[in-house]
């Protein structure tokens, strides 16, 4: 039987909160450390996202892409709820909040409401009603290729109607010019093939959005909306050698070029009401859109000016879903009880065909599985949340949902399965101090399924092609976990954590039924780490000076099925960090900060290659001055001495299970960028 999104959880989840007993019990409240907004005054913020930036010890996490809405915040909540939208993000809801209706700031350690989507620690945003008032940003990039690029960014807020409102507009123009070489060898290291290259990659992004609250039905009815929309146009030029170093006349040429339009719209309503015996209950409803279009072409001539192959690529991809979710919660007392259902909806139509044209002109159609098809998810959840404090200093969180989907596919490819999952968590948070919190759980989630891989791709600059299969089911993690928050005097914040993931069906690349290369349900795996943040105040060596840090190492293991042996698991980066140093000067109106971040390489695997790609690390240094009445200045340096990029691909013949066929490697470099920003509230 097929299961339906329209289940009535609105009308079955008013009825238990005029149900909910509410057991009120003296308890403690949970961890707070608030700051309010005069704490902000001497970075002169412009909006809420630079207040939030300013919080000690504490990274945004913009969230994860999980299935449905209960699990894709990140650790922002406003005014106790996190923002309604699910793909502008916190940071774009903090964008269009001004700086002056902020009233403080709370960071939370170890949050027991769903609304802070499993987070141990999230920073909650008091507001107050404010008049009119917003802020404007204009920039102006100069990037290596010495072309200028203005973008603007400009927020409002304020009541209208009755109603209070914000909203934002961006308009960003982007060029990243690069160039390198390009080296293939043979098996045994001989010279096949030597280019070089050059590339621009030019784009134009557009971005409303906003949202509007107002007192309704003895709640709050809020309703936001997003529209984005930009074009992408790639285009690289290989010149080439054919055995042996640039010397002479090129041999042959390649142009690589891809052309992709986007357009998304999200629109969403939520209705909350808090009832006499201190239940509340939140009703939400979310629908989005996004259309995907992408033309590529890779045409080689040999000798200039003759045509010797050409592959053609056309993709159409279409997305739909919708989501609707009810929440009844008690936020008081000892115990506190939580539970709601949700429903959704997802429906991927992808369209591709590929073709290759010879010396002689003829286009010759390239075949592969689910090349065009349409996969539609049913879902449903429900699900019962309770936190408990077993003293002032204990707290027991236990949660269990129980999800049920069904996956069809339809077209060159047919499918049906019907699918369900138990996801139980559990926590226990201890509080010895009132700045120290250390909480242990473990729990168990299902992945979000790329729709993407139950479709045929191709990448014609690469030649790499991949068959969709209609048979994918989502991956199941089960994850153990031990994080530790300490906070200090003067801003001073430690935070760390440890965990260890056991994970079912992971997907990997496969050798599909029909003989064609893919992603399908592997084996299991296991990953492990630790990540570790920290800001200090370092006054004693400078007035002003603050040190931001954080960092994750992790590692994984999988018995990969082509080749029998150990390894990592696919698109897998073992360590991050990112180092921050600033000095704000307010007597001077001036503040600087120098930013440092990079990555390990990460490692992808194709059924007929491995792939390394690598980066150096990222550099950011920016100088900020207010000396200008109601105006924020500053100048941003992006990679001063440029940024090198190198991808290495392993080839083999037919599988990677066989003998080393040939190598390739690039490396490329892109930067310096200059930006000059100007701010201003109002």
């Known amino acids: 039987m097929r299961l339906r999104a329209g289940i009535p959880l609105a009308v079955a989840a008013m009825a238990l909160a005029s149900a909910t007993p509410i057991l009120a019990l003296a308890s403690e409240p949970m961890q707070v450390k608030s700051y309010a907004r005069e ?10 996202l630079d207040m939030v930036g300013r919080v000690p010890g504490f990274t945004l996490n913009e969230g994860e892409t999980r299935r449905g809405f209960g699990d894709t915040g990140g650790n922002v909540l406003i005014n106790g709820a996190r923002p309604g939208s699910k793909s502008g993000g916190p940071r774009e809801a903090l964008s269009r909040i001004p700086a002056s209706a902020v009233v403080r700031i709370d960071l939370v350690t170890n949050p027991t409401t ?23 940003s204009a920039s102006l990039t100069r990037t290596r290729d010495e072309a200028l690029r203005p973008s603007v960014n400009a927020s409002l807020s304020g009541p209208i109607a009755g109603w209070r409102t914000s909203g934002s507009i961006q308009f960003r123009p982007w060029s990243d010019p690069s160039d390198g070489t390009r080296r293939r060898t043979g098996p045994t290291g001989e010279l096949q093939l030597f280019e070089q290259m050059t590339g621009e990659v030019n784009g134009l992004q557009v971005t409303l959005s906003g949202d509007a609250r107002r007192e309704a039905l003895g709640g709050e009815f809020a309703v936001n909306g997003r529209f984005d929309g930009y074009d992408v146009d790639v285009r690289f030029a290989r010149r080439g050698f054919i055995g042996r170093l640039p010397a002479g006349s090129v041999d042959q040429l390649q142009g690589i070029s891809f ?46 000016g003759t045509r010797t192959s050409e592959t053609l690529s056309i993709s159409r991809r279409n997305l739909i879903e919708w989501v609707g979710r009810a929440t009844v919660s008690a936020g008081e007392g000892r115990l506190r009880p939580e539970f709601g259902g949700e429903a959704a909806f997802n429906r991927l139509d992808s369209k591709l065909s590929l073709t290759t044209r010879d010396s002689a002109g003829t286009l010759i159609p390239i075949s592969l599985p689910a090349a ?38 339809s077209g060159d ?33 299902v992945g979000q399924l790329d729709f993407d891989s139950f479709a045929a791709s191709a990448e014609v600059g690469s030649d790499r092609t991949q068959g969709g299969n209609a048979q994918l ?39 599909l039924p029909g003989g064609a290369f893919g992603v399908g349900n592997a084996k299991s795996a296991r990953v ?43 698109d897998f980066t073992p360590w991050t960090y990112s180092v921050e140093l600033r000095q704000d000067l307010p007597e001077r109106k001036l503040s600087w900060s120098a930013k440092v971040s990079g990555e390990d390489k990460q490692v992808s695997y194709y059924v007929p290659e491995f792939s390394t790609f690598g980066m150096s690390p990222e550099v950011r240094l920016t100088v900020e001055s207010t000396y200008w009445r109601d105006l924020k200045v500053s100048l941003t340096v992006l990679n001063p001495l440029g940024r090198r990029f190198t991808t290495d691909r392993t080839f083999f013949s037919p599988t990677r299970a066989s003998a080393v066929t040939g190598r390739e490697a690039r490396r490329w470099e892109e930067g310096p960028d200059v930006s000059l920003t100007v701010k201003r509230s109002f």
Request: glycine share 6%.
């Open 473 to 511: 089911r989502p991956q199941i993690e089960t994850r153990a976990s031990l994080d530790l928050d300490v906070r200090g005097q003067g801003g001073l914040a430690l935070n760390a954590s440890v965990f260890h993931e056991w994970r079912e069906d992971v997907l990997e690349p496969i050798i």
């Open 39 to 48: 704490f902000f005054a001497d970075f002169a913020p412009s909006t809420a």
């Open 114 to 136: 769903s609304e802070a989507s499993g987070q141990s620690v999230v920073v909650d945003l008091i507001l107050r009603e404010t008049a009119v008032s917003g802020s404007w």
């Open 528 to 570: 492990w780490g630790a990540r570790i943040g920290a800001s200090a105040p370092l006054s004693w060596l400078a007035r002003g000076m603050r040190l931001d840090a954080n960092g994750e190492w992790r590692e994984s293991v999988f018995d990969d099925p082509l080749t029998g042996r150990s390894r990592r698991l696919t």
């Open 413 to 445: 490819a047919r499918n049906r399965q019907r699918l369900q999952f138990l996801k139980p968590e559990v926590s226990l948070s201890w509080r010895p101090a009132p700045d120290l919190s250390v909480v242990a759980g473990v729990r168990r989630s």
């Open 259 to 304: 052309d992709d339009p986007y357009l998304s719209a999200e629109l969403g309503g939520e209705w909350s009401r808090r009832f006499s015996n201190a239940a509340t209950l939140k009703v939400l409803s979310l629908v989005s859109w996004t259309q995907d279009d992408s033309d590529s072409g890779n045409r080689i001539e040999r000798p200039l």
């Open 372 to 409: 065009n098809v349409v996969v539609d998810e049913y879902r449903t959840e429900a699900f019962l949340n309770l936190a408990y404090d077993v003293s002032p200093r204990w707290t027991l969180d236990a949660k269990v949902a129980s999800e049920w989907s069904e996956i069809s596919v």
